[in-house]
T-cell receptor, first 111, second 117 residues
Framework: GDSVTQMEGPVTLSEEAFLTINCTYT??????LFWYVQYPGEGLQLLLK?????DKGSNKGFEATYRKETTSFHLEKGSVQVSDSAVYFC??????????FGSGTRLLVRP | GAVVSQHPSWVICKSGTSVKIECRSL??????MFWYRQFPKQSLMLMAT?????????EQGVEKDKFLINHASLTLSTLTVTSAHPEDSSFYIC?????????????FGAGSRLTVL
């Protein structure tokens, strides 16, 4: 079945460092891909999405490009802030419109 | 924006008792609600999909008699863990959408942590 694999955390960075969180997927067809973020004590929030190959989703300085050839959707940000500390989930939507999540990656940004 | 509230956010119960978790859409009507379960350091696993006024659709491997889901109104869905046991301890998260379950209109609750002693 469809699945999502993302790098294990925690990822610890200093403020203004470059961030990459890897995400790869296995799916039949061409699913839509998503990144969600969960801040402490809050629900998951959609961060960005891409619906077809080569699409780039972006929001709040975060970007991810839908790479069909490598089945990847890596999350990047050029300069992280302390306020970006959260858990990030990569997900795909399968043919039944169900979300399949990766295991989540905790990001900790130090001042 | 759309808000989904879960209650309680944290509950401890004795083995063999039942626990009810509520999921409410505060400022919109949710025709579809989803219940997920998350084990520590693992993915969110979809347990069931509930549509207002109809029976929930459970994912393979989820015991529908153990995890009772009721979606009695357009703003409320409940998950009842019946005869809870320690292995049911987990983080339960709901999400809600209007109309078709497109992820860009899904709103998630903050989750409910269940600990069964």
């Amino acid at each position: 079945g469809d699945s999502v694999t993302q790098m294990e955390g925690p990822v610890t960075l200093s403020e203004e460092a470059f961030l990459t969180i890897n995400c790869t997927y296995t799916a039949t067809g061409y699913p839509s891909l998503f990144w969600y973020v969960q801040y402490p004590g809050e629900g998951l929030q959609l961060l960005l999405k891409a619906t077809k190959a080569d699409d780039k989703g972006s929001n709040k300085g975060f970007e991810a490009t839908y790479r069909k050839e490598t089945t990847s959707f890596h999350l990047e940000k050029g300069s992280v802030q302390v306020s970006d500390s959260a858990v990030y989930f990569c997900a795909l939507m399968d043919s039944s419109y169900k979300l399949i999540f990766g295991s989540g990656t905790r990001l900790l940004v130090r001042p | 924006g759309a808000v989904v509230s879960q209650h309680p956010s944290w509950v401890i119960c004795k083995s063999g008792t039942s626990v009810k978790i509520e999921c409410r859409s505060l400022d919109f009507q949710a025709t579809t609600m989803f219940w997920y379960r998350q084990f520590p350091k693992q993915s969110l696993m979809l347990m069931a999909t509930s549509n207002e006024g109809s029976k929930a659709t459970y994912e393979q491997g989820v015991e529908k008699d153990k995890f009772l889901i009721n979606h009695a109104s357009l703003t409320l869905s409940t998950l009842t863990v019946t005869s809870a046991h320690p292995e049911d301890s987990s983080f339960y998260i709901c999400s809600a959408s209007v109309g078709r379950a497109l992820a860009n209109v899904l709103t998630f609750g903050a989750g409910s942590r269940l600990t069964v002693l």
